[in-house]
């Protein structure tokens, strides 16, 4: 997938550079709003998914891995006695798609896992885990 969406982004780059097109306000920002999803998945922006966490969701009891992405305005929020964030929640297979929860920010657990860590998480449904994180087995 990244590796499509990344030749897609470079391909359309040079198609806008080069042409008329890049003047069409639709084209253009259709084209910059991609181009700012696939690079918030990319390992080199460390701004968009600030911190890995754990939310209960969708339900009390049951918990899913997210992404710290903001802090939701204040003038927004529906307790202003609160600070609540935004919480991107990706689907597995496909982390693109999900879920963004406006979560208060007590109930919001960060975890130790990388952004890769988790996305590979997710990716793998939960099969491909952090080798740190992997127990050992007793000796008999």
């Known amino acids: ?8 982004i470079y391909i359309s780059s040079k198609i806008l550079s080069s042409s008329k097109d890049s003047k069409i306000p639709l084209v253009r920002s259709v084209y910059g709003g991609i181009k700012r999803i696939v690079n918030a998945f990319g390992t080199q922006d460390k701004e968009s998914f600030r911190q890995v966490v754990l939310v209960e969701y969708p339900r009390n009891g049951v918990y899913c891995i997210g992404f710290l992405t903001s802090e939701f305005p204040q003038e927004l929020s529906p307790d202003t006695k609160q600070e609540f964030s935004h919480v991107y929640i ?5 982390p693109t798609t999900g879920y963004l929860a406006i979560i208060p920010a007590e ?3 960060k975890i130790s896992l990388s952004r890769q860590e988790a996305m590979a998480l997710i990716i793998s449904g939960g099969i491909i885990k952090p080798t740190r994180f992997k127990r050992k087995r007793k000796s008999k």
């Open 90 to 94: 990706p689907t597995t297979p496909n």
């Open 1 to 8: 997938f990244y590796y499509f969406a990344f030749n897609c």
């Open 107 to 109: 109930q919001i657990t």
